[in-house]
Structure formats: structure tokens, C-alpha cells
């Protein structure tokens, strides 16, 4: 029972720690990825379940090795413990401990659509703000209509995904066709020695930039 206690104990020192120390201690990776709750790293340490990889160990020890039968004996006992504990508790845990919670939280949470629609309109309205000249004109009106039609365009997106996706994979498959003529006339003026290597540099990574972002589109 000590040796199924330290089994099941185990996991949970070792998986609390490690789902909570680097994001505490690493900036950029909590602001990624934040904080769960309690209930995740609990039941992930719950679902330690042993079974055939432990069984296999202990079998693979040779028939004279000093406490082979013990080291068996106790292996069965642990798979056997954590099967009938673990096992026929995980369900009602997870249940107990996420099934309402998760489900408002994500009921509550903006899909990416969503959050890129209100990103837009709040980007716009900080264009507005820098264009606007006190007659009603504006002093940018490219940008204006670029974060205009950005606004229009996520917004739209965010109330018809389904309709609009296959317009978007359209649109960023054109996109990626440019980036590539792009790219070819960029090597053929290097190649005819038109551009210096630093203007072949400084452009490629432009174009390596927009063909990144633009193929998590597609």
C-alpha cells in the first residue's frame, strides 16, 4: 500500500510542479499559454494509470534477480490499485471537478474570429483618431481604407465562417502565388547581378515574413 501511495503521489509532485514553475518563471510562455486551473494538472495526475508497460518491466527481469517475485507481486498489485481506484473514479472526477466549469468557460470565451473582428475595429478606431484633420478629412486615407476594409472583412467572418472559408483559402492561396512570383524575380535580379546581396537579404525576409503569416490562413 506504501508503494501505491508513493505511485499515485508521485505523479502529482512531479506534474504540478512542472505545469506551474515555467510559467512562473518564464515570461512569454505564460502569456501564450496562462495559468490552468487547479482541475487540469489534478486530474492529469489522477489518470496515472498503470498497466502493460509497468507489467512488461517487472517480466523482464531476469529469473535470478535478487526480489523478482516481490518486484512482481507488488507491480500487480500497483496496476491492479490503480485500475479499480483511478480508473473507476476518473469519469465522476472529471465530471466533479470540469464538466460545468469548462463548459461556461467556453461558452464564454471569443472564438480567434471573434477576437480578431474587435482587434480590428479597436485598430481602426486608432487610425481614425491619427488621421483625422479638423476639417473632416483625413491625412491617411490609405490607411483608413485598408483598416476599414479589415474591419468590414473580420467582422464578417466572425458572423459567416462557414460560408466565407473557402473565399479566404482563395484569397491567401492568391496571396501565397504573389509572395512566390516575388520571390523568383528577387533571385533572378541577384542572379543577373542587379541587386547587392544586402537588398536580396532585407527583401527576402519580408517575403519569408508575409509567406509565414499568411500560411497560417490556408
Keep these: ?23 512562473a518563471l518564464i515570461p512569454m510562455l505564460r502569456a501564450r499559454d496562462p495559468y490552468p486551473p487547479l482541475s487540469v494538472p489534478f486530474i492529469m495526475s489522477w489518470a496515472g494509470i ?14 535470478a534477480f535478487p526480489g523478482r517475485d516481490l518486484i512482481l507481486a507488488v507491480t500487480f498489485a500497483v496496476i491492479l490499485a490503480t485500475v479499480l481506484l483511478q480508473g473507476s473514479t476518473l469519469a465522476p472526477l472529471v465530471r466533479l471537478l470540469s464538466g460545468a466549469r469548462i463548459g461556461s468557460l467556453h461558452n464564454s470565451k471569443l472564438s480567434e474570429a471573434d477576437a480578431r473582428a474587435r482587434i480590428a475595429a479597436a485598430q481602426l478606431a486608432a487610425v481614425e483618431k491619427e488621421s483625422l484633420e479638423p476639417d473632416g478629412s483625413h491625412r491617411h486615407p490609405r490607411l483608413m481604407e485598408q483598416y476599414s476594409y479589415r474591419v468590414r472583412a473580420s467582422a464578417r467572418f466572425s458572423e459567416e465562417p462557414e460560408v466565407l472559408t473557402s473565399h479566404r483559402a482563395d484569397h ?9 512570383a516575388g520571390r523568383k524575380e528577387l533571385l533572378r535580379m541577384h542572379r543577373d547581378d542587379q541587386i547587392h546581396d544586402s537588398v536580396l537579404h532585407a527583401i527576402e525576409q519580408e517575403l519569408d515574413l508575409e ?5 497560417r490562413f490556408v
Aim: charged share 10%; proline share 6%.
Design 1 to 23: 500500500m506504501a508503494i501505491v501511495a508513493a505511485v499515485i503521489v508521485a505523479r502529482f509532485a512531479w506534474i504540478f510542479p512542472t505545469t506551474y514553475i515555467p510559467r
Design 50 to 63: 498503470r498497466g502493460v508497460v509497468s507489467l512488461a518491466a517487472a517480466l523482464s527481469l531476469p529469473e
Design 172 to 180: 491567401f492561396t492568391a496571396v501565397l502565388a504573389a509572395i512566390s
Design 211 to 215: 509567406e509565414i503569416t499568411v500560411k
